[in-house]
């Protein structure tokens, strides 16, 4: 049987009202069993998921992930490095797209 957060979560708020099995799935599955599983630190993991959504141009994701991402240890030097690393693997437009998404999310880091 599956256990149900009492607190109103991240998905629940911002989803979970258009669609509540996929804030469960999100909840349940992607944050409470894949991000907690220690193979890899949550750092490493925010990195490869920043990663693919700059190679998969999912800029809109960025908004969630880029300051999980801060919180989980990766710095914002760090960030812009893989941005510019993966400008050459993944296509500038999709680099550019998350730098342009990166100043909107954090406007006093490149003042």
Known sequence: MSTKPTAPTAARDSFGSIAPKLAELSDE??????????????????????????????????????????E?????????????HLAFYAGWPNAMSAVTRFKDLFPAAHQ
């Open 29 to 70: 599955v992607l944050f409470g069993d894949v991000w907690e599983r220690p193979q890899l630190s949550k750092r490493d993991r925010s990195l490869v998921t920043c990663a693919a959504l700059i190679a998969l141009g999912k800029s809109e994701q960025m908004n969630f992930h880029f300051p999980r991402a801060i």
């Open 72 to 84: 989980n240890g990766v710095t914002h030097d760090e960030l812009v490095e893989l941005m510019t």
